[in-house]
């Protein structure tokens, strides 16, 4: 998204926050927690969900959607469902907070209006969802020097030798 017209990855409110130093000098964010951020933010855009704010010049009517994104490719559903996997990692309570900072990249202090929250109560929320959308990406065990989660296409060795495959 670096090279996108109007658009500064320095000045996204993620990035303010992952950057921002605390009072002894740590991080606001670990690490884990703004890679957590970043990777949701890849994923909803390669899913297409940011709203289309220009209008389309080209010729060609564009077929409404239907429901289940039929015109949408193979990877952008993929990065559909892990968006939806990931806020339902997050829950129902904080989902939308990643999404409005993460995704829509709104600040802090417009997301605590919006919602009528008191001033810098966002700060902390986020953090927190932050902290379990890490742990669900795997990125709290690799940054504590533990291997992230393994996925693999077929059970362990052991199990396949125990039913005879």
């Known amino acids: 998204m670096s090279g996108t017209p109007g ?5 996204t409110p993620l990035t303010r926050l992952a950057t921002r130093r605390g009072r002894g000098g740590e ?4 690490a884990a927690e703004a ?7 890849a994923d909803f855009t390669r ?3 940011t709203p289309s704010l220009t209008q389309r010049w080209d010729a060609m009517p564009r077929a409404p959607r239907r429901a ?8 952008a559903i993929d990065a559909r469902n892990r968006v939806s996997a990931a806020c339902e990692a997050v829950g129902p ?3 939308g907070l990643v999404l409005d900072v993460c995704c829509f990249l709104k600040g802090l202090e ?12 966002a700060k902390l929320l986020l953090k927190t969802a932050l902290a379990m959308l890490a742990r669900h990406y795997g ?7 533990r291997p992230g989660r393994i996925r693999r296409w077929r059970a362990p060795k052991d199990e396949v030798a125990e039913h005879g495959g």
């Open 47 to 49: 899913g297409q969900m």
């Open 139 to 145: 990125f709290d065990r690799e940054e504590q020097g």
């Open 7 to 11: 658009f500064n990855e320095e000045e």
């Open 93 to 95: 309570e904080l989902s």
């Open 68 to 75: 289940g994104g039929g015109d949408l490719g193979d990877t």
């Open 27 to 30: 991080p606001f964010l670990s």
């Open 110 to 121: 417009t997301v605590e209006r919006e919602r009528q929250w008191p001033a810098r109560s």
């Open 35 to 41: 890679m957590a951020g970043e990777r949701i933010r």
